[in-house]
């Protein structure tokens, strides 16, 4: 099993400004994905982050909006730049361990942007 | 990508099976169909995988049609806490690059 762990649980920004999200996991993982869950909606895969290489963003993202770093085998952070009330939205981290098995995910960072 | 379709909402009665389908008719022959299920916007939980075969774990079963264009994820005995957002996904990719793509989801209400 996988404990990961997001900081902040919840934040109120302003718009315009910036949050940087943390994902800590507690064994070492080669590749973690960050997913955005807009209210009421299904989750969207935003990016894969491996260690050691840049991130790779689905249709609709980009590197500006949501920068993503990738220092080691088990921690990585999404930046939400710029924000507007449209950003407001649960923001999660997921690992697999071990492949084809289980994915882990956090319990996410619920942002509203004002 | 293969995407899967499901059915906005359901029901069943507290101690009955509750049968939750998903189509996936464009599934690739490597992609796995994955269930999860979200409870109150908690980060999602994982139920149960497969390929080809049936399968079963403590918490659910579930069926995979010969063309693997679609599938059932089967709960028993359904409880009152089992009323959550079921998920149906595929993973997609190999072994060192995938992903999975979540479907809209099934919301289940279990009834005392």
């Known amino acids: 099993s996988a404990v990961i762990s997001q900081k902040p649980s919840r934040d109120i920004c302003q718009r315009g400004t910036s949050l940087t999200i943390q994902c800590q996991v507690d064994?070492?993982?080669?590749?973690m994905f960050w997913y955005r869950q807009q209210p009421g909606q299904s989750l969207t895969l935003i990016a894969t982050a491996n260690q050691g290489s840049e991130a790779t963003y689905e249709s609709g993202f980009v590197i500006d909006k949501f920068p993503i770093s990738r220092p080691n085998l088990t921690f990585s952070t999404l930046t939400v730049s710029n924000m507007s009330p449209e950003d407001s939205s649960i923001y999660l981290c997921?690992?697999?361990?071990?492949?084809?098995?289980?994915?882990?995910f956090g319990q996410g960072t619920r942002l509203t942007v004002v | 990508d293969a995407k899967t379709t499901q059915p906005t909402s359901m029901d069943c009665a507290e101690g009955r099976a509750a049968n939750l389908p998903c189509n996936h008719s464009?599934?690739?022959?490597?992609?796995?169909v994955y269930w999860y299920r979200q409870i109150h916007s908690q980060g999602p939980q994982y139920i149960i995988h497969g390929l080809k075969n049936n399968e079963t774990n403590e918490m659910a079963s579930l069926i995979i049609t010969e063309d693997r264009k679609s599938s059932t994820l089967i709960l028993p005995h359904a409880t009152l806490r089992d009323t959550a957002v079921y998920y149906c996904i595929v993973r997609v990719g190999g072994d060192s690059s995938y992903k999975l793509i979540f479907g809209s989801g099934t919301r289940l209400l279990v009834r005392p």
């Open positions: 997921s690992v697999e361990p071990y492949v084809k098995t289980e994915a882990f």
């Open positions: 064994s070492q993982v080669t590749m």
């Open positions: 464009t599934i690739s022959g490597n992609e796995y």
